[in-house]
């Protein structure tokens, strides 16, 4: 699956994107933030605040209880300052 | 119908406008967001999720062309490295009516401020560099049109 960073969160992640293989269980975007704060100290760092951090699931917004089954695509990022 | 573009270089607001004005229109709202030069601040970066940002726009337009009676729309964001005082955003929308053209318009705003996906980060003339946060006012004033 591809996982994209924007923001603070890419900084702290040191990368804008990668491509991971996630394993069964990681079934909802909220259950993917954890999975991803176990892989080094700069996701660790990223997801420290998880109120801060929103999420798009196939380019659409995401609640952490969405279901990422068959997503090609998911986005991690601060709220948006745009406009 | 709508024209939506992201683009790094800047916008002619009143080739825009002028765009706009086709048969039947009676009135165009329009906004225009700067970088506003507070003292210190050298630069601001636009960062935006290519790919869905025009998605994202995209739905925040048809909302309002749901809401009113729009002859034409048009949201034109910036993105990359903007230097004080240069435009960032530009918002119009035209109707047969001024009330229409000036709702429409403000509702735009105030949805892309919190529903595009763009990220800006201020580098200070200090050196010093740091991440916008989000804004609880410009939460409030997206919920208010919940209301309207």
């Known amino acids: 699956m591809r996982i994209l960073y924007f923001a603070w969160l890419r900084e702290k992640i040191g990368k804008s994107e990668e491509e991971l293989a996630l394993p069964p269980e990681v079934e909802t975007a909220g259950a993917l933030v954890e999975w991803l704060k176990a892989l080094g100290p700069g996701y660790e760092a990223a997801f420290a605040r998880p109120k801060l951090v929103r999420c798009a699931v196939d380019q659409d917004f995401a609640a952490p209880d969405a279901v990422i089954a068959g997503a090609t695509e998911i986005a991690f990022f601060p709220p948006v300052t745009g406009g | ?148």
């Open chain 2, 1 to 148: 119908m709508a024209r939506i573009v992201v683009q790094e270089a800047d916008f002619d607001a009143g080739a825009e406008i002028a765009r706009l004005n086709v048969a039947g229109v009676g009135g165009i709202g329009s906004f225009i967001g700067t970088v506003r030069d507070d003292g210190g601040l050298k630069a601001l970066h636009l960062e935006h999720y290519a790919g869905m940002t025009e998605r994202a726009i995209a739905k925040i337009v048809a909302e309002a062309e749901s809401r009113w009676p729009l002859l034409g729309c048009t949201v034109i964001h910036r993105a990359g490295r903007l230097m004080p005082g240069e435009n960032i955003v530009f918002v119009a929308a035209a109707s047969a009516h001024r009330d229409a053209a000036l709702s429409a318009t403000a509702f735009l705003i105030d949805w892309l401020k919190t529903s595009a996906p763009f990220w800006k980060r201020e580098e200070f003339v200090s050196g010093a560099s740091e991440w916008v946060a989000a804004r609880e006012a410009d939460e409030a004033a997206v919920k208010a049109w919940d209301r309207a």
